[in-house]
């Protein structure tokens, strides 16, 4: 009796308890990720073609990639161009659609599943056909400039200047994952602060302002950090649809580093490519993380 | 300390057990799941290793690509080997082309190459290079592979040094597609082979007839054809840093794009002519396309139209004729297979087998079997009848195929068609592109081999 | 002034409903052309694809797709779909959540780290870890079978783990604390207090987790060998083939067909995201 009082004592620390729930991903990771994790860490310092050895060569993938390569530096900016706008405009809509269909009416289910719909059919390969058919000269996208008097034949995907756009136009019009995710922070409100509010007489915008969107960071910042490491991992967007034509101004990041990796048989060089990106996303995430404290309100810590 | 380790792994087990009651339940479904999956995946194994054993059946893998009508007609072949030889079990699995690749790059690391791969030219050095492909040169001379009716140049195409890693399963041949309506409707006549300037000549006269635009290829095909016609091969050209071919390949380009006639980049790229069912002649947008002979009749098909095929234009001042036979893919044998001999014996059935040859369709390419392939052409319908008669032609004119490709070919590939959309979009002169072709190349080349 | 009132109420739920339709239909018409699309023949497809309606109608593709490859039908590449992303599912679910309250709700040494473990495996591509978790698997004895491509989803996601985290962080700590008081210890906190609370993100958890499973390709690519074992979305792969050529058609066809399950997943759990609400009051 003793003992087990000592033992429920004993596993109720939050030093214990903790380890005791994470358990589970401490040994999936251990079992599952590390190694591999390593391997390609590994990797990056070696020549490996996959099909033979891979040998040491030091920094050299690397040096390679930093001063010999000039499209490792292009597909960095196109990468970056593309998350700069393609994230933010994509939470800002998945926000705003998010408010809007938080009102229950009777179509309400409806309108959700029609706005979720576009990010279910998500990187199938019928999108690829679809999407280079409404931007073409002679497709939907310009017919209908045409028909609210925007006299316009352009050829969206043949040119530099907006091939990319075409592919962060498609990345904001998938909206729908984070805009579920927007949905469940709202219902998760508790009605007590608005009740409290109404007390007060906040209004509408004031509402809005004073507790949904206080509320809401935690889910905000989670989607920040998702669709920043989505936006640098997006691949088939580029792979399918535009094969980085023309002239490599839609080549994303991760398929410069596939095509080296598989097609050019440069694993080495592949893997040196995703721990660069690593680390890049890791500094970003760190700075966002340590940013939290100005914006993002935990109900938990205060 | 050793009992506070134990308390803690068994209180652990103890309290996911209790507290997260539905949980564990699931898990005990799933767990029962995983246990049929890992009972499956260890007696594959056992009958794997069993090959001693002389009651056992033989088991053999077969990896291939393809889409749904070759993995239909694949399926059926090997069903019917299996039932005229008792005691081989042939496992067959398929993929996508990209997928393919990756996966094959997997198994091999892994070691699990299947039995009996198919196999690509681009792909031949790379596999052969780590030693990962059997040689069948012993097959052929002890008969198990009947080679006698197989013209000698097909059977080379699969050599590298001196042994065989791949044998062909089908012939075809670079090809220029043309709409028969439009050439008609412009009243010119397409020969059997035109020079680059009658190319160009006719490409004026249904532009100014027919206001169809014309597609002048850039790719890798193109220059390398273009280079045999000059005498020579692309890949040595590059290797020794020789701009010749590639300065007169890239201002001929150059002559093409500036044309009116010529299709426009930004319409060329929206179009993608990497996908067979989008290039420019589908919709009508050319007249045109370079291709490959096993793309005919899906070319034919997706048009609608009337669509005629011959050989890929010459240039005016070429030595030599470029066009040649090339396999459309290989089958090789994996190096750690168990069963090479057992594979082999299915390499001969799908090389020599009327049967089995009656049933694949010729889809893979003209069999290489000459006998084969005669017997198959009275069978199949008109569409790969025009395909049959125009190998029949190129086999008449054709030179040997250039060696397997050298490590480093899809990089270079890539390059080729990066600058051919620079030489279209204006950014480089012709000069500029053979130089960055030809010097990048050949860096590529170096640091790869 | 009462009556004026609920005119204009009327008034904005008009233009309310007339503003959500429209831009539906704008959100909704590249989908639109997919589904007709598997109506239409590959001539059609191909050379008119500015066409919505099909010209002829033919059912024609679903009959051809539905054949699949080589003997094996849709319907087993369907019933394979079911049990791989379902399994996943509940696995990513129940993993995730426990795993998320042990980070959002104890302090314990190392957290940090772990944490940021976490977030590097969201970080890096699955092409690039492909390989030696090819090998590592392959030494287990597990390449062939569902358990690589199941099994993993029982020990937490990365995603689903950050993403239930954020949502017990936003749970008042007044509960946990009143609940201690009432003699909970902090395991029974998680399923009395803790899981209830947060069903909006297991749900969230639990539609992802299907429908990114279902679309999943590349590990079924990767681990699975025998085409009686191949999900949906990996044959789908199948019907194209860049040298030869791709049935367009009945892909389309397929693909319609393979966004069904999951369109009723959505549509069946979405309910759950939101129910509720209107007792908030939040309702404007």
């Given at each position: 009796m003793k003992k087990q009082n000592k033992l429920r004592h004993y596993l109720g620390k939050q030093e214990i308890a903790g380890y005791v729930f994470i358990l589970p991903f401490i040994i999936g990771f251990l079992a599952f990720m590390a190694i591999p994790m390593f391997l390609s860490f590994v990797f990056s310092f070696t020549d490996y073609d996959i099909l033979s050895k891979p040998a040491f060569i030091g920094i050299n993938n690397f040096k390679n990639m930093f001063f010999n390569d000039p499209k490792f530096w292009k597909v960095f900016k196109v990468t970056l161009k593309y998350v700069i706008f393609s994230v933010p405009l994509k939470l800002l809509m998945a926000l705003l659609v998010a408010l809007l269909l938080v009102r229950n009416t009777k179509l309400s289910g409806f309108y959700r599943a029609v706005y979720y719909l576009p990010s279910i059919i998500g990187s199938s390969v019928a999108v690829a056909i679809l999407w280079r058919r409404m931007f073409a000269s002679d497709g939907v996208i310009n017919s209908i400039l045409q028909s609210i008097g925007i006299p316009s034949n352009i050829p969206w995907l043949g040119r530099e200047s907006t091939a990319i756009w075409t592919l962060i136009i498609l990345t904001v019009w998938q909206f729908g994952s984070s805009m579920l995710i927007f949905l469940s922070g709202i219902k998760q409100i508790p009605v007590t602060l608005y009740e409290s509010a109404k007390v007060d007489g906040a209004i509408g915008i004031q509402r809005f302002f004073k507790i949904t969107l206080p509320m809401l960071t935690p889910t905000i910042f989670f989607n920040l950090i998702n669709q920043l490491i989505n936006g640098f991992m997006a691949f088939t967007q580029s792979y399918i649809i535009t094969q980085g034509k023309p002239r490599d101004s839609t080549l994303f990041y991760t398929v410069y580093m596939y095509q080296n990796s598989f097609t050019y048989n440069k694993m080495g060089y592949g893997s040196a490519m995703a721990w660069f990106m690593i680390l890049i996303l890791s500094v970003l995430t760190f700075i966002l993380f340590k940013t939290q404290k100005y914006w993002v309100y935990y109900e938990a810590e205060n | 300390?050793?009992?506070?380790?134990?308390?803690?792994?068994?209180?652990?087990?103890?309290?996911?057990?209790?507290?997260?009651?539905?949980?564990?339940?699931?898990?005990?479904?799933?767990?029962?799941?995983?246990?049929?999956?890992?009972?499956?995946?260890?007696?594959?194994?056992?009958?794997?290793?069993?090959?001693?054993?002389?009651?056992?059946?033989?088991?053999?893998?077969?990896?291939?690509?393809?889409?749904?009508?070759?993995?239909?007609?694949?399926?059926?072949?090997?069903?019917?080997?299996?039932?005229?030889?008792?005691?081989?079990?042939?496992?067959?699995?398929?993929?996508?082309?990209?997928?393919?690749?990756?996966?094959?790059?997997?198994?091999?690391?892994?070691?699990?190459?299947?039995?009996?791969?198919?196999?690509?030219?681009?792909?031949?050095?790379?596999?052969?290079?780590?030693?990962?492909?059997?040689?069948?040169?012993?097959?052929?001379?002890?008969?198990?592979?009947?080679?006698?009716?197989?013209?000698?140049?097909?059977?080379?195409?699969?050599?590298?040094?001196?042994?065989?890693?791949?044998?062909?399963?089908?012939?075809?041949?670079?090809?220029?597609?043309?709409?028969?309506?439009?050439?008609?409707?412009?009243?010119?006549?397409?020969?059997?082979?035109?020079?680059?300037?009658?190319?160009?000549?006719?490409?004026?006269?249904?532009?100014?007839?027919?206001?169809?635009?014309?597609?002048?290829?850039?790719?890798?095909?193109?220059?390398?054809?273009?280079?045999?016609?000059?005498?020579?091969?692309?890949?040595?050209?590059?290797?020794?840093?020789?701009?010749?071919?590639?300065?007169?390949?890239?201002?001929?380009?150059?002559?093409?794009?500036?044309?009116?006639?010529?299709?426009?980049?930004?319409?060329?790229?929206?179009?993608?002519?990497?996908?067979?069912?989008?290039?420019?002649?589908?919709?009508?947008?050319?007249?045109?396309?370079?291709?490959?002979?096993?793309?005919?009749?899906?070319?034919?098909?997706?048009?609608?139209?009337?669509?005629?095929?011959?050989?890929?234009?010459?240039?005016?001042?070429?030595?030599?004729?470029?066009?040649?036979?090339?396999?459309?893919?290989?089958?090789?044998?994996?190096?750690?297979?168990?069963?090479?001999?057992?594979?082999?014996?299915?390499?001969?059935?799908?090389?020599?087998?009327?049967?089995?040859?009656?049933?694949?369709?010729?889809?893979?390419?003209?069999?290489?079997?000459?006998?084969?392939?005669?017997?198959?052409?009275?069978?199949?319908?008109?569409?790969?009848?025009?395909?049959?008669?125009?190998?029949?032609?190129?086999?008449?004119?054709?030179?040997?195929?250039?060696?397997?490709?050298?490590?480093?070919?899809?990089?270079?590939?890539?390059?080729?068609?990066?600058?051919?959309?620079?030489?279209r979009y204006g950014e480089v002169t012709a000069d500029e592109a053979a130089k960055n072709v030809v010097d990048q190349s050949k860096s590529i080349l170096e640091s790869s081999n | 002034m009462a009556r004026s009132m609920k005119k204009t109420n009327i008034l904005s739920k008009i233009i309310y409903h007339l503003f959500t339709m429209t831009f539906a239909f704008v959100m909704i018409y590249p989908l639109l052309w997919m589904i007709l699309g598997s109506f239409k023949e590959n001539i059609q497809l191909l050379q008119r694809p500015e066409e919505l309606w099909p010209e002829p109608f033919t059912l024609e593709n679903y009959k051809l797709g539905w054949q699949g490859f080589a003997g094996y039908d849709f319907g087993i590449f369907f019933k394979n779909s079911f049990i791989i992303a379902g399994l996943s599912t509940i696995g990513a679910v129940i993993s995730s959540s426990i795993v998320a309250y042990g980070f959002a709700r104890c302090s314990f040494k190392l957290r940090g780290f772990w944490f940021s473990c976490m977030l590097l495996a969201m970080m890096l591509p699955f092409q690039m870890i492909m390989i030696p978790q090819y090998i590592l698997f392959n030494k287990m004895g597990w390449v062939g079978g569902y358990l690589p491509i199941i099994i993993p989803h029982f020990f937490g996601q990365g995603f689903f783990i950050f993403l239930n985290v954020q949502f017990i962080k936003g749970i008042p700590r007044d509960l946990d604390e009143a609940a201690t008081i009432d003699g909970c210890s902090i395991y029974s906190i998680f399923p009395r207090i803790i899981l209830p609370l947060i069903k909006p993100s297991l749900v969230t958890t639990a539609i992802f987790s299907f429908m990114w499973r279902w679309d999943d390709f590349l590990s079924a690519l990767i681990y699975l060998s025998d085409p009686m074992t191949y999900p949906v979305s990996y044959a789908l792969k199948m019907f194209s083939d860049p040298s030869v050529g791709t049935d367009w058609s009945s892909m389309f066809a397929m693909a319609t067909l393979s966004l069904v399950p999951i369109f009723i997943i959505f549509f069946t759990m979405q309910k759950y995201l939101v129910e509720g609400i209107a007792a908030t009051g939040i309702k404007g």
């Open positions: - | 300390m050793k009992k506070k380790i134990f308390a803690f792994v068994f209180s652990t087990i103890f309290i996911f057990g209790t507290v997260v009651g539905c949980g564990n339940n699931n898990g005990t479904n799933s767990s029962g799941k995983q246990g049929e999956d890992a009972e499956v995946t260890s007696e594959n194994k056992e009958t794997e290793n069993d090959n001693n054993n002389e009651n056992s059946e033989i088991i053999l893998g077969f990896y291939w690509w393809g889409n749904q009508v070759r993995n239909d007609v694949t399926k059926r072949a090997l069903d019917l080997y299996m039932e005229q030889n008792e005691g081989v079990v042939i496992k067959p699995e398929f993929s996508d082309w990209g997928g393919y690749w990756d996966k094959l790059a997997a198994m091999t690391a892994g070691g699990n190459m299947p039995d009996i791969v198919q196999q690509d030219y681009s792909f031949l050095n790379q596999y052969n290079d780590s030693g990962q492909l059997a040689d069948l040169k012993p097959f052929m001379d002890d008969g198990t592979i009947d080679i006698s009716k197989v013209p000698e140049s097909i059977i080379e195409s699969g050599k590298i040094d001196d042994k065989i890693i791949a044998l062909s399963n089908g012939s075809n041949a670079p090809s220029f597609a043309y709409d028969k309506a439009v050439v008609e409707e412009a009243g010119v006549t397409i020969p059997l082979q035109m020079t680059m300037n009658e190319f160009y000549e006719i490409s004026e006269i249904i532009y100014e007839k027919t206001g169809k635009l014309t597609f002048f290829d850039t790719g890798i095909n193109a220059l390398q054809l273009y280079t045999r016609g000059c005498g020579s091969h692309m890949f040595e050209e590059f290797a020794e840093g020789d701009y010749s071919s590639s300065t007169k390949f890239y201002s001929l380009a150059k002559r093409f794009s500036d044309s009116p006639s010529a299709i426009p980049p930004e319409i060329l790229t929206e179009k993608d002519p990497g996908v067979i069912e989008t290039k420019p002649i589908i919709d009508g947008t050319t007249w045109n396309d370079f291709s490959f002979s096993n793309q005919y009749i899906s070319i034919s098909e997706a048009t609608g139209r009337d669509i005629g095929i011959t050989m890929i234009p010459i240039d005016d001042d070429a030595t030599t004729q470029p066009m040649f036979l090339k396999p459309s893919q290989f089958f090789s044998i994996a190096e750690t297979s168990d069963h090479k001999e057992e594979a082999a014996k299915v390499l001969d059935y799908i090389t020599n087998s009327i049967e089995c040859n009656k049933i694949l369709k010729a889809e893979r390419g003209i069999p290489i079997n000459t006998e084969v392939a005669e017997a198959l052409k009275a069978e199949v319908d008109p569409t790969f009848a025009v395909v049959f008669d125009y190998i029949n032609e190129v086999g008449k004119v054709a030179t040997p195929i250039d060696d397997p490709d050298p490590n480093g070919k899809g990089e270079i590939e890539q390059l080729i068609n990066r600058v051919g959309e620079d030489l | -």
